[in-house]
């Protein structure tokens, strides 16, 4: 049985990761932020969970409790764009520094170990006009994604300086039920409250992003594991379409019913690049196909959002 340990695992996508490697057999551990009842973790796939920071005490106390991992997804980290403007240094920590934590105890105590780092498009920054490949330079927009780009920069290291294997998915706008936060999760706060007139969203609406399902971003992390090595390959996760933000929004309102609208403030937010889309032919060379198409995605997202209601 493969060992899996998932860094920020009770977040939004390490929750979908860990029940999807634990459908293959694999026994799935974690570790970040939060006290997780077994029973509820269990649910996702954990067996282990450990409520703390990713440094060297709990990283063996986890090792201690399932014995050294085969595998490490550090998906722990600064998550979006907005909070990195207002809190700078805290994402910095969560971003950078857990990675630095995290490889030197790999490098330290399972040197052979395979780790799979999340990053995100945020790296390529704003200049970009069309399907960015990997090799585009990057040119962070935000402290996020300058963060992110710095947490590569340490991944690169350990995996040159010290052999360790490792690889680097960028992904893009992952989206799905259960994200509490970003545009559809607003969008529905506010549909959801009503009101008269159309609802008002920042932007211009003719951003364009790659909307990837969280289902299709766990299975390409665990499809990227089997390409960790010294040269720290990175592979973008994304569909490799472009959709507007005013198309998803009109499809939020189309999912939603009624006869709501949208209006955006025409004002560029911080941070916020016109136009971030994957090419994502590495990601189809190994194998990789998108299975959620956007209309169903929202679909699942606006019905997730009502039943709570």
Not at 156 to 177: D, K, P, Q, T
Not at 192 to 211: S, V
Request: charged content about 15%; hydrophobic content about 40%.
């Amino acid at each position: 049985m493969t060992t899996v340990w998932i860094t920020g695992g009770k977040g939004f996508i390490g929750r979908h990761l860990g029940r999807l490697i634990s459908r293959h057999g694999d026994l799935v551990c974690g570790i970040g932020h939060g006290l997780w009842p077994s029973e509820e973790a269990g649910q996702w796939g954990f067996t282990h969970w450990c409520n703390g920071e990713i440094e060297p005490v709990n990283l063996s106390q986890l090792a201690q409790a399932s014995g050294l991992p085969d595998i490490v997804y550090h998906l722990a980290g600064g998550s979006s764009v907005g909070p990195s403007f207002q809190y700078p240094r805290e994402d910095f920590c969560r971003s950078v520094e857990s990675t630095s934590r995290l490889l030197e105890w790999v490098r330290l105590n399972a040197p052979g170990i395979r780790v799979v780092s999340a990053s995100s498009a945020a790296v390529y920054g704003a200049s970009c006009t069309g399907p960015i490949p990997e090799h585009a330079s990057l040119s962070p927009y935000s402290p996020y994604g300058s963060h992110k780009a710095m947490m590569e920069s340490v991944c690169r290291s350990y995996a040159e300086n010290f052999g360790l294997r490792v690889a680097i998915v960028r992904l893009f706008s992952v989206y799905g039920a259960g994200l509490e936060k970003q545009l559809m999760w607003d969008l529905c706060g506010k549909l959801a409250r009503g009101g008269n007139g159309p609802t008002a969203l920042g932007g211009t609406g003719e951003e364009l992003r790659d909307w990837l399902h969280v289902s299709d971003a766990a299975a390409l992390l665990w499809l990227v594991r089997a390409q960790c090595d010294g040269s720290c390959p990175v592979v973008n996760g994304g569909t490799g379409m472009a959709t507007s933000i005013r198309e998803v929004a009109g499809m939020v309102c189309k999912a939603w019913g009624g006869s709501a609208g949208v209006e955006f403030s025409g004002v560029a937010r911080a941070g916020d690049p016109s136009c971030l889309v994957a090419d994502c032919s590495m990601a189809t060379q190994l194998g990789f196909k998108p299975e959620v198409s956007l209309a169903e995605g929202i679909g699942e997202v606006v019905g997730w959002f009502k039943s709570r209601q």
